[in-house]
């Protein structure tokens, strides 16, 4: 069993920047590909980036240049680093563990994931 803490929303202007974190427990958390996502009011949960087992990396097109998903296996954490925050970057962040090493087109999909954080919630005025 996985437990996925997320930290780090809060208010910032347009323009500004946040680093979203995600604890989790467990000794296997180097092995897991992990996946940030978010959600929006009356929106579905999007995709926004994942991080394979080895640090490879997949973004979203909305945050490519803008966001850096990083991890830090000896502190069982993966982060994102959001940066040239939009309006539309509102939403309730959670990020997500996958059970297997790699990221492939399926991690861009809720049902890849086999563990949810509570989520963290980030809100950008303009």
């Known amino acids: 069993q996985v437990q996925l803490i997320e930290s780090g929303g809060g208010l910032v202007q347009a323009g500004g920047s946040l680093r979203l974190s995600c604890a989790a427990s467990g000794r296997t958390f180097s092995g897991y590909a992990m996946g940030w996502f978010r959600q929006a009011p009356g929106k579905e949960r999007d995709f926004v980036a994942a991080i394979s087992k080895s640090g490879s990396t997949d973004y979203a097109d909305s945050v490519k240049g803008r966001f850096t998903i990083s991890r830090d296996n000896a502190k069982n954490t993966v982060y994102l680093q959001m940066s040239s925050l939009k309006p539309e970057d509102t939403a309730v962040y959670y990020c997500?563990?996958?059970?297997?090493?790699?990221?492939?087109?399926?991690?861009?999909?809720?049902?890849?994931?086999?563990?949810w954080g509570q989520g963290t919630h980030v809100t950008v005025s303009s």
């Open positions: 997500a563990a996958d059970s297997t090493p790699f990221i492939t087109k399926t991690s861009r999909f809720l049902n890849h994931y086999d563990y």
